[in-house]
């Protein structure tokens, strides 16, 4: 893939750093504005090239995420969900040559949509849910996460509507989706890198010069986390989950 950096303006830079700010805050806690990166991405890039410019970014902020947050994952749930997911990607490969990607996303968006409304409900009950009594949860979201972050990258709104229906604690919720992601996103690496061919040694040197503003947002997260009640925490992750599922439908 070319990648001609001279190329962009003065504005679009400034929306690709704050991109890279934005995803570092999404994988250290603030659920839902990795989302929103993909599409401005798609505009910036094109929606192919822009998954894999995207990947290697996620992978970085995933692996700062899980330094910090390594003792705070619920693997239960991750064991859960893994084979799923894993399962999503060749499905996804399957869809990629019979659905334009922008259906997909819509479908997804969709399917999250009908769910929220279960999930809210849930909330309101206020106990932390046992997953067991929910067997066919594990399979759904993993295998639409599965399928969403492969082909665009936007397994963020499925997994934190999975998550939030979960009732994790806020710091077990952002353990439990850092290592969820590492996992998937260096699974993905692989496949993108030898199967699209849309990551090179120029997206990743693209890649590297985002990284100060993925640290920024990674403190950002941490902090926003450490600081902002449980309530509120949730109260945040459902409206960026909203806000991300709805900018899908772009």
């Given at each position: 893939m070319q990648l001609d950096l001279t190329s962009l303006t003065t504005f679009e830079w400034i929306w690709v750093l704050?991109?890279?700010?934005?995803?570092?805050?999404?994988?250290?806690?603030?659920?839902?504005?990795?989302?929103?990166?993909?599409?401005?991405?798609?505009v910036i890039f094109g929606a192919r090239p822009s998954t894999g410019?995207?990947?290697?970014?996620?992978?970085?902020?995933?692996?700062m995420a899980v330094a910090y947050?390594?003792?705070?994952?619920?693997?239960?749930?991750?064991?859960?969900?893994?084979?799923?997911?894993?399962?999503?990607?060749?499905?996804?490969?399957?869809?990629?040559?019979?659905?334009?990607?922008?259906?997909?996303?819509?479908?997804i968006?969709?399917?999250i949509l009908i769910g929220l409304?279960?999930?809210?409900?849930?909330?309101?009950?206020?106990?932390?849910?046992?997953?067991?009594?929910?067997?066919?949860?594990?399979?759904?979201?993993?295998?639409?996460?599965?399928?969403?972050?492969m082909i665009g990258n936007a397994a963020g709104p499925i997994m934190s509507v999975y998550l939030l229906f979960m009732r994790l604690p806020k710091q077990n919720f952002v353990g439990t989706a850092a290592w969820f992601f590492l996992i998937v996103n260096l699974l993905k690496l692989p496949l993108?890198?030898?199967v699209w061919d849309n990551i090179t040694m120029e997206t990743l040197r693209f890649?590297?010069?985002?990284?100060?503003?993925?640290?920024?947002?990674i403190l950002a997260g941490i902090w926003l986390v450490r600081y902002v009640s449980e309530r509120n925490y949730r109260n945040l992750v459902l409206l960026l989950t909203l806000i991300s599922t709805l900018m899908l439908f772009f």
């Open positions: 704050l991109c890279g700010l934005m995803i570092g805050m999404s994988k250290s806690g603030v659920n839902g504005l990795g989302t929103l990166v993909v599409p401005v991405f798609a410019l995207l990947l290697p970014m996620l992978c970085m902020a995933d692996i947050y390594r003792r705070s994952a619920r693997w239960k749930h991750i064991w859960r969900l893994l084979p799923w997911a894993v399962a999503g990607f060749g499905a996804a490969l399957l869809v990629d040559h019979l659905v334009p990607s922008r259906y997909f996303r819509i479908l968006a969709i399917s409304p279960l999930m809210i409900w849930k909330e309101k009950k206020g106990a932390e849910v046992d997953a067991s009594a929910h067997p066919w949860m594990a399979p759904l979201f993993g295998l639409l996460g599965g399928m969403a972050t993108q890198w030898l890649n590297f010069m985002l990284f100060p503003a993925i640290v920024l947002g």
